[in-house]
């Protein structure tokens, strides 16, 4: 051991400013203490907008559980870009993620990415994952929803001959539908998982409908007694909520486990929004009081921080110089000097100043 700290001293001596980590990092790019990246190994086209971003992770990374998320980094145009996104693959697998381009980051990814490049990581987060005990489950996804759930899939199914998985799938039409071929092959492969599709466009325009039981009484009869979990777009789940409650299950945390992708905001939470101040990028802009001061930097070409963008992970965290903001989930308008606000869940009470 001492051997070894006089090498890396010798090492560090050669190397000054750099730190030998800095060196083996060039010659290969996982190898970096200071930042968690992995390889991509394998880029699928699963729809004409959907990528599946297979990739290899060096040391840190966490194995993550069935329906968990991670934060990923990618570098555009020399700026280093943040969002969070479900991964897809079983658990055992390398993981994956399943994009698709909507907005400047997702369509980047889902366009551009290529088999060799590196990607930035935080480790995997969330408590979207499958019961210690698995009971008989219903999945209800529509959309992307679907990513985190084929996860779960993935790794159940096949590995446990007493899984009794019942997935509903909402999509505008079969092209858009995620996973449609191998989740049909899985079907027919184990006779534990049972999948229905909803397509928007076959039925006449006619989205799956959860304020009523009439449809999940169509598709799953016995809805009721299934462990259920839900991943979409907000009003599909708010609906959802809704329906289990009105139901009779007033423990919505025990039998419907919800994944958002997006904050819940108070209905009417916004106020009198403006005038945004980024001191370091010497940068103004109007805002509504509707809108997050993460969206509003990024609009007037602000470098802004960000991971999940709802609220989750706190890695939008600047600090506040002068002003106060409001809390777009409680309404409640709060800032003292110096606090540290999270810029994707507040909006502008007034003048703002932010140290950034």
Known sequence: MTQIRALRRV?????TPLTPEDILALVNPLASARQLRGVVTKVVRETPDSTTIHFRPGRGWNPHAAGQWARI???IDGVRQWRSYSLSAA??????????????????LARDTKVGDILFLDTPQGDFVLPEHPRPLLMLTAGSGLTPVMSMIRTLVPRRPDADVVLIHSARTRDEALFHDELLELADQFP???VRHWFTREEDGRRLDLSDATDLETLCPDWRDRAAYACGPTEFLDAATELWLRDGNDDTHTNLTIE??????LEGSGGEGGLLTFEKSDKEVEAGGDVPLLEAGEECGVVMP???????????LVPLVAGKVR?????EVHGDEGELIQTCVNAAAGPVHLDI
Do not use: N, W
């Open 306 to 316: 960000s991971g999940c963008r709802m609220g989750i992970c706190r890695s939008c």
């Open 73 to 75: 980094g990618v570098e």
């Open 11 to 15: 090492a560090s001596l050669l190397t």
């Open 91 to 108: 658990v055992g697998h390398d993981p994956a993620i399943t994009v698709t381009a909507i907005g400047f980051v997702s369509t980047a």
């Open 260 to 265: 958002r992708f997006a904050p819940v905001l």
């Open 192 to 194: 534990g998982l049972t």
């Open 327 to 331: 809390d777009l989930r409680t309404g």
